[in-house]
């Protein structure tokens, strides 16, 4: 009998050679995924990377495994189908937020709605890199671009608020420049069956370096990222004496210690509630007043469109009068022609 070979990142990295910018965030995103995919157990002709248009949509010529690049906007359509054809496969969507937000907005939200068991990877710089600069629907409200010479007027999308407002089962985030987070995070996404958003702020050096600066920077990271794991406390900060709790119908950061404030005061993240009350204030939380969320913000176990396709076959089939093909034949009005 023949050993199973254990593959290693090196068998994903394809022999193309990686044409994005350098210090770019896409390559630590790369990077993590070709590291976990040999701890998946998925052999890799049962592996199909889908992506659309953009910078991250270069992703599946550097994996070697199946892949598309496909057109703007499409790479849900696409990995919807690619899923529905053959559910053994684990399809990842890599995306931006132009190519997810913008013109594959439609996609986006059908796609989460059904649950489609399909990893998404949104990476969101907050500008489209690809075409040199423009806004995009999640750069900040005022940011002045190419198309927004005197700032923008539009008020930005907050990816997790679109996942969880169609119905989203699983919602993560990450950023670029802690891969040992992003490792854990999307590891957990290929987990879950249905479909998971995993938004990673990633930075582009060239059109909007530091878009996520305030978040990522080691002065101030401590202060401005929460680490969410199902189970614990809500608490960051240097000195780990920060949490959240609920001020009226909205989350306030108080200290530990002051103000009669002790540990038992703070919340226990459940990403596990049904009721998405909880999750759609965590993934609008932002500086300066809140800590970005990271971690599996949103982890529900749900029917997948794989599931609710073959139990439909399989009781339409056991209904059904028509049994065999001499059923189907002779089934409505037939005629001899003598
Ligand atoms: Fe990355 Fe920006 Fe360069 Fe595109 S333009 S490869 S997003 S740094």
Same mark, same amino acid.
């Given at each position: 009998?023949?050993?199973?070979?254990?593959?290693?990142?090196?068998?994903?990295?394809?022999?193309?050679?990686?044409?994005?910018?350098?210090?770019?965030?896409?390559?630590?995103?790369?990077?993590?995924?070709?590291?976990?995919?040999?701890?998946?157990?998925?052999?890799?002709?049962?592996?199909?990377?889908?992506?659309?248009?953009?910078?991250?949509?270069?992703?599946?010529?550097? $994996?070697?495994?199946? @892949?598309? =690049?496909? #057109? +703007?906007?499409?790479?849900?359509? %696409?990995?919807?189908? !690619?899923?529905?054809? &053959?559910?053994?496969?684990?399809?990842?969507?890599?995306?931006?937020?132009?190519?997810? $937000?913008?013109?594959? @907005?439609? =996609?986006? #939200? +059908?796609?989460?709605?059904?649950? %489609?068991?399909?990893? !998404?990877?949104?990476? &969101?710089?907050?500008?489209?890199?690809?075409?040199?600069?423009?806004?995009?629907?999640?750069?900040?409200?005022?940011?002045?671009?190419?198309?927004?010479?005197?700032?923008?007027?539009?008020?930005?999308?907050?990816?997790?608020?679109?996942?969880?407002?169609?119905?989203?089962?699983?919602?993560?985030?990450?950023?670029?420049?802690?891969?040992?987070?992003?490792?854990?995070?999307?590891?957990?996404?290929?987990?879950?069956?249905?479909?998971?958003?995993?938004?990673?702020?990633?930075?582009?050096?060239?059109?909007?370096?530091?878009?996520?600066?305030?978040?990522?920077?080691?002065?101030?990271?401590?202060?401005?990222?929460?680490?969410?794991?199902?189970?614990?406390?809500?608490?960051?900060?240097?000195?780990?004496?920060?949490?959240?709790?609920?001020?009226?119908?909205?989350?306030?950061?108080?200290?530990?210690?002051?103000?009669?404030?002790?540990?038992?005061?703070?919340?226990?993240?459940?990403?596990?509630?049904?009721?998405?009350?909880?999750?759609?204030?965590?993934?609008?939380?932002?500086?300066?007043?809140?800590?970005?969320?990271?971690?599996?913000?949103?982890?529900?176990?749900?029917?997948?469109?794989?599931?609710?396709?073959?139990?439909?076959?399989?009781?339409?089939?056991?209904?059904?009068?028509?049994?065999?093909?001499?059923?189907?034949?002779?089934?409505?009005?037939?005629?001899?022609?003598?």
């Amino acid at each position: 009998m023949s050993e199973k070979i254990k593959l290693t990142a090196k068998d994903f990295k394809s022999d193309q050679e990686v044409r994005w910018c350098a210090g770019c965030g896409d390559h630590a995103v790369l990077n993590v995924i070709q590291r976990i995919l040999p701890d998946l157990g998925v052999e890799k002709e049962n592996i199909a990377f889908v992506s659309g248009i953009g910078c991250s949509s270069r992703f599946p010529y550097y $994996m070697d495994t199946y @892949g598309i =690049h496909g #057109i +703007h906007g499409r790479a849900a359509a %696409i990995a919807s189908g !690619v899923k529905v054809a &053959n559910r053994n496969l684990s399809v990842w969507e890599i995306t931006g937020d132009g190519d997810s $937000m913008a013109i594959g @907005g439609n =996609h986006f #939200i +059908h796609l989460v709605r059904r649950n %489609i068991d399909i990893n !998404v990877v949104l990476l &969101n710089n907050q500008i489209y890199g690809l075409t040199k600069g423009q806004y995009s629907p999640t750069s900040k409200y005022g940011q002045i671009t190419k198309t927004s010479p005197f700032g923008t007027i539009e008020n930005p999308f907050c990816p997790g608020q679109l996942t969880i407002g169609s119905q989203g089962k699983f919602f993560a985030r990450s950023v670029d420049n802690n891969m040992k987070h992003m490792t854990i995070v999307l590891k957990e996404a290929a987990a879950h069956r249905g479909t998971s958003i995993v938004e990673v702020l990633q930075n582009c050096v060239i059109y909007n370096d530091k878009a996520h600066g305030v978040i990522t920077a080691k002065a101030t990271r401590d202060d401005f990222q929460i680490h969410l794991v199902h189970g614990e406390k809500m608490i960051f900060g240097k000195e780990k004496n920060k949490g959240l709790i609920y001020d009226g119908i909205d989350l306030k950061v108080v200290t530990i210690g002051e103000n009669g404030v002790t540990e038992d005061d703070i919340f226990v993240h459940d990403a596990h509630e049904e009721n998405p009350t909880i999750h759609n204030r965590l993934v609008k939380m932002a500086p300066p007043e809140l800590p970005v969320a990271l971690g599996v913000i949103r982890a529900i176990v749900a029917p997948t469109y794989s599931d609710n396709i073959i139990n439909q076959i399989e009781a339409v089939k056991e209904n059904s009068k028509i049994k065999c093909m001499d059923d189907l034949m002779n089934s409505g009005n037939t005629w001899e022609v003598k």
